[in-house]
């Protein structure tokens, strides 16, 4: 397993410390190159965050579905419907609360067909959830709230992987962690490097695993 430095990461979170790019000025239509996902958490009102951080990426050009947790099953069905009519983009699922753990589960019924997520992103999982070897990258925001915990790698999990403890922040909680512009753009950055950045090194790859 590749560690990524997450303390580090932690450090800039709370001191809003970012490396900022610039989505808008890539030439490439980023939507084509995304499918993204972001579920909610319990009753559908709370994780306003998700609808928040989505019409950001779809600013920048993405084309970002948000829903609930519970339609988590009817997701993965999509994905996988896609997947066989031989759709080749990147999959980015993120998630808050309830939500988080739906993705988790998305991935791993994903894993079931070889089918690979490129990057997971979640908000206070509440659950000790094992992420599954299909992730290429997990990024799980927490905090020692009641609610909040950290995710565990499946053996064998060769990826970047990442619990960012973020109790310290006593600005955050379990109802507003997944709205914080510091950390909505950390995960902005992060989709776009995949589709911009490591575009030519990391499509291959995955047109190899899904063929």
């Given at each position: 397993m590749?560690?990524v430095?997450g303390?580090?990461?932690?450090?800039a979170?709370l001191?809003?410390?970012?490396?900022t790019?610039s989505?808008?000025?890539?030439?490439?239509?980023p939507?084509?190159?995304?499918?993204?996902?972001?579920?909610?958490?319990?009753?559908?009102?709370?994780?306003l965050?998700?609808?928040?951080?989505?019409?950001?990426?779809?600013?920048?050009?993405?084309?970002p579905?948000?829903?609930?947790?519970d339609?988590?099953p009817?997701?993965?069905?999509q994905?996988?419907?896609n997947h066989?009519?031989?759709?080749?983009?990147?999959?980015?699922?993120?998630?808050h609360?309830?939500?988080?753990?739906?993705v988790?589960?998305?991935?791993?019924q994903?894993?079931?067909?070889?089918?690979?997520?490129?990057?997971?992103?979640?908000?206070d999982?509440?659950?000790?959830?094992?992420v599954?070897?299909?992730?290429?990258?997990?990024?799980?925001?927490?905090?020692r709230?009641g609610?909040g915990?950290?995710a565990t790698p499946?053996?064998?999990f060769a990826?970047e992987?990442s619990?960012l403890?973020?109790?310290?922040?006593?600005?955050?909680?379990h109802?507003n962690?997944?709205?914080s512009p510091q950390?909505q753009?950390?995960?902005i950055?992060?989709?776009f490097?995949?589709?911009?950045?490591?575009?030519?090194a990391?499509?291959?790859?995955?047109?190899?695993k899904?063929s």
């Amino acid at each position: 397993m590749r560690s990524v430095l997450g303390a580090f990461i932690a450090v800039a979170v709370l001191c809003g410390v970012f490396i900022t790019t610039s989505p808008a000025s890539a030439q490439t239509a980023p939507g084509a190159q995304a499918e993204i996902y972001l579920l909610r958490g319990l009753f559908n009102i709370y994780s306003l965050g998700m609808d928040s951080l989505a019409a950001k990426l779809q600013a920048q050009g993405y084309a970002p579905m948000v829903t609930t947790w519970d339609s988590a099953p009817s997701v993965a069905d999509q994905i996988i419907a896609n997947h066989r009519r031989g759709d080749t983009a990147h999959l980015v699922l993120i998630g808050h609360s309830l939500g988080s753990n739906a993705v988790i589960q998305i991935a791993n019924q994903l894993a079931q067909y070889n089918i690979p997520v490129d990057l997971v992103v979640t908000f206070d999982v509440t659950e000790p959830l094992v992420v599954p070897t299909n992730v290429a990258r997990f990024i799980n925001f927490y905090q020692r709230n009641g609610f909040g915990r950290p995710a565990t790698p499946a053996s064998g999990f060769a990826g970047e992987f990442s619990n960012l403890d973020l109790t310290a922040d006593t600005n955050l909680s379990h109802a507003n962690i997944d709205e914080s512009p510091q950390l909505q753009q950390f995960v902005i950055n992060r989709v776009f490097e995949l589709t911009h950045t490591h575009l030519g090194a990391v499509q291959p790859k995955r047109r190899a695993k899904r063929s």
